[in-house]
């Protein structure tokens, strides 16, 4: 054993002496997202986050697993951005050779170190943390073709505002791709009750264990997105008590000092042994000839369920349609034994044949009766009217007229030869939800699922206004009429307010019969950068609300040059100009190099656009020519996108990179936008103009500053001032305004 352990020994000494190691260490950053792989010899592999947040106090493990691809040992030092006011709790290393240190930096010198190492790498993605507090660790050895494990832990005390508390862990903004695999996990537990989880940043799994415990992940889309990861939860006292949040960001470009605010309800849970309110539920089933087969097969199991989902007591009634308009009973009538089983056999002998008369079906529905407390329409066709009265305007009228008792109607369009602006306006205006059942989907769980979480809403037409009556102090809330609130839905309004003073926001409506309002206090100062994301969620909602209507305007052809229309396009590219926020409409606004196409718009077409005046033309040349998609593959992709804009909850993709809907109905992704805090930088041609810069982009730089000279130096302050360092991750030109002045950076290749 003597004789091989001396063996081992030598051999590990003439190992080294034959291959020495590096002295000139490698920084190994793991939040950047780095291009240049052949200037960082030691590759970050895989970093796992686990993080514990126990009430207030979050305690995070970042487990780095670091690769050394080299035929040499090379040393490395990891420089760990993190969010002030950590304590540094512990460093682990688990390779051979002498155990490294941990320091956690002051700010002074974290800027100090960082601007070196940007100096030393040339490297203007490594900016975007030039004003962060860092831990450094000092070198140590990684064998060559191996892998060692770093694990640091740090502690902080997490903020909380009336209830919230807020999370992040840093990491860069760029969309540059990376080998680098992120995992991560977080445990919040809590001794109240845990109302609500959010993140504005990444798309997330939420595992509830009890009341005061919970388990994120993030979804395998989000893992492989950048950007610093974002979560902020609320707790009640109990769970008969709301818990409400707002989170604010102020706008200093306003004249009258306001900003942006996002509100977020969990409305009390409601008591199990309450008694529930009765549903009144008329299922409209479409039996026009396009319906035979499996599709009228999946609607007759679809009627079956909801049947047996109705509790006794609970009234129904079936309409059906082709040319003509039949019913189950001439009114709706109380579930028992007897009337489910006889209407058991009426589902069964539906058989489709025939046209499709639209308009008289929905009256039918919609016809003035006695009602229970929450009457319901469930209303589905799969073709467009062509029977009866077939003009878009006048069902879409006569639907909301007709429609005296308050009835929600979830409509369901099967297929892609529906009306699909149709579908959206008849439910919308009646505070429920239009659905579409893509071309093999299944009608029956579609409607199953709707049907689910229907069981009485916590609040009806609920209404959210600011407390003070003197003057306004909320407006442009997105959505502008609020939906029910069914139990377990969140309430989520997005707004402005004007003024600096605290207010209070008031959301109210009808429960059970007696009218409830839910109240919190609203300090615009508690706002700021941490809160950047919700200017650009709010923007996005408008987007998305500005399209519905201009798609509305277009029924029945509409008139393209209608003064309003075009003040609904020049809102909708002001607005994605500003806050990076891409549509098929919009999207040729941003270039990426070498995409040749972005939905049928040449990219040399869209580089040479040039300004907001053409480009206006050219969102109204596409928004007119595509409004007159009103069926079809073109027609249900705008529904869904729009859709998809009016219910976010993250801003986008991390980076910028933004995913719409074609009209074949692929998920396209679009990239040419660059976020980092409140700052967007948008693709034109060669260069990234900041979205303020976009009006004035051919006009000539006042200054251009090339980077690691003297005066890129001069400039970093002011970057790091004004938070714009990030925007230069990306490398290339990047145009954005600095110091009051038009500067053009060229960071090289």
């Known amino acids: 054993m003597r004789s091989a352990a001396a063996a081992l020994v030598l051999a ?45 106090v979050a305690t995070t493990t970042l487990v780095l697993t670091l690769f050394n691809p080299s035929r040499s040992p090379m040393e490395a030092r990891v420089t760990l ?20 240190t941990a320091t956690l930096l002051p700010r002074d010198k974290a800027r100090d170190i960082y601007n070196s190492i940007v100096n030393r790498y040339k490297d203007p993605a490594l900016l975007e943390f030039l004003s962060s507090t860092l831990i450094q660790t000092s070198a140590f050895p990684i064998p060559a073709n191996s892998s060692q494990n770093v694990t640091i832990v740090y502690e902080q005390v997490l903020p909380a505002d009336a209830g919230r508390v807020d999370y992040i862990l840093p990491r860069s903004e760029s969309i540059e791709s990376s080998n680098t695999e992120w995992r991560l996990e977080v445990s919040i537990k809590s001794q109240s009750p845990v109302a ?60 009258d000092s306001g900003g942006y605010f996002m509100l977020m309800a969990q409305l009390p849970e409601l008591d199990a042994k309450r008694e529930r309110v009765n549903r009144e539920v008329t299922l409209v089933i479409d039996r026009s000839g396009s319906m035979r087969g499996e599709k009228m097969e999946q609607a007759r ?23 003509s308009v039949e019913s189950f009973k001439p009114a709706p009538v109380v579930k028992d034994d007897d009337t489910a089983r006889a209407a058991k056999a009426y589902i069964a002998k539906l058989e489709a044949n025939g046209g499709t008369n639209i308009y008289d079906a929905l009256l039918t529905a919609l016809r003035p009766g006695p009602t229970q407390p929450l009457p319901l329409v469930l209303f589905l066709t799969d073709g467009l009217p062509t029977v009866g009265e077939r003009s878009e305007v006048a069902i ?50 579609k409607v199953s699922q709707v049907f689910r979480r229907l069981d ?23 959505p502008g009429k609020l939906m029910d609130v069914f139990e377990g839905d969140q309430v989520v309004v997005l707004g402005r307010y004007v003024g600096e003073r605290p207010f209070r926001l008031e959301l109210a409506g009808n429960s059970f019969g007696r009218e409830q309002k839910f109240a919190i206090n609203v300090d615009p100062a508690a706002g700021g950068m941490k809160h950047s994301f919700v200017p650009r969620l709010w923007a996005t909602r408008k987007i998305g609300a500005l399209i519905d209507a201009v798609r509305q305007s277009g029924a029945d052809g ?45 990219a040399d077409s869209a580089v040479n656009l040039g300004g907001l005046p053409a480009a206006r033309e050219e969102a109204a040349k596409r928004i007119t020519t595509r409004n007159k998609d009103r069926s079809g593959g073109g027609g249900v992709n705008q529904e869904l996108n729009s859709r998809e804009l009016t219910d976010r909850l993250t801003p986008a993709e991390g980076g910028g990179r933004q995913v719409i809907i074609d009209e ?57 001032k004004e938070n714009k360092q990030g925007l230069l991750a990306r490398g290339g030109k990047v145009y954005l305004m600095l110091e009051n002045q038009r500067t053009l950076i060229d960071l090289g290749e």
């Open 81 to 100: 951005p993190v969010p002030d006011g950590i304590t540094l709790r512990s460093m682990a290393y688990d390779g051979v050779g002498p155990e490294p």
């Open 196 to 255: 609500s989880i959010y993140s504005p940043s990444h798309e997330v799994q939420i595992e509830r264990k009890s009341d005061n415990e919970a388990r994120v992940s993030l979804t395998s889309s989000a893992a492989a997105q950048p950007g610093s990861f974002r979560l902020a939860f609320t707790t009640r006292a109990n769970k008969n008590e709301p818990s409400l949040t707002v989170f604010t960001y102020p706008d200093y470009s306003a004249p």
């Open 558 to 602: 509409g008139n393209p040059n209608d003064p309003k229309t075009k003040e609904l396009v020049d809102e909708i590219v002001r607005l994605s100009t500003k806050f990076g926020v891409l549509t098929e409409y919009t999207a040729f606004l941003a270039v990426e190099p070498g995409e040749k196409h972005h939905f049928g718009l040449p």
């Open 396 to 445: 879409r009228n006569a639907a909301q007229k007709a429609n005296t008792a308050n009835r929600r109607i979830f409509s369901f369009g099967v297929g892609l030869d529906v009306n699909s602006p149709l579908l959206t306006a008849i439910s919308t205006t009646s505070r429920a939800a239009p659905t579409f059942v893509l071309p093999k989907e299944d009608v029956e769980v």
């Open 301 to 323: 199991q679809a009627a079956l369920q909801i049947i047996e989902g109705l509790r006794p007591g609970e009234s129904f009634n079936i309409i059906d349609y082709s040319d």
């Open 664 to 720: 074949d109905l692929n998920r396209v992704e679009v990239g040419g936008v660059q976020f980092m805090n409140e700052h967007t930088l948008i693709r034109r041609g060669e260069r990234w103009v900041e979205s303020t810069l976009i009006e004035h982009e051919n006009e000539p730089p006042q200054r251009t500053i090339k980077f690691g000279t003297d005066e890129f130096e001069k400039i970093m302050p002011a970057l790091a």
């Open 456 to 478: 009485g809403p916590v609040m009806e037409a609920p209404a959210l206004a600011a407390s003070e009556t003197a003057e306004t102090r909320i407006r442009e809330l997105q």
């Open 12 to 56: 590990l000494a003439s190992f080294c002496s034959a291959q020495p190691v590096e002295h000139h260490p490698i920084d190994v950053i793991p939040q950047i997202r780095t291009r240049h792989l052949e200037r960082w010899p030691v590759q970050l592999q895989r970093a796992d986050a686990k993080v514990t947040i126990n009430d207030q």
